[in-house]
C-alpha cells in the first residue's frame, strides 16, 4: 500500500487532476479530499495542500482590499 503512494503521477493524471481543479466548485472541493484524503499520493496530497493555502491567500488579499475600498467609499459619504 505504501508503495502506491509514493508513485510518480502520470501526465495524463495530472492533465485530468487541472481539468478538475479548473471546475469552480467541484474543483475546490476535489483539493480537500485530495489534501486530507488517505488514498492519495503523497506528492498530489502536498500539490493540493499547497492549493489550498494559495486560495486563503489570495481570498485574504481580496477581503483586504474590499476592506480599504470600502472604508475609502464609506468615507466620501
Known sequence: MEQVHNQVIKTSDWVITLLITAIPLVGLIMLFVWAFGS????????WAKAMLIWIAIIIGFYIL???IFGAAFLSRL
Do not use: L
Open 39 to 46: 488514498n492519495t499520493q503523497v506528492c498530489k496530497a502536498n
Open 65 to 67: 482590499i474590499a476592506i
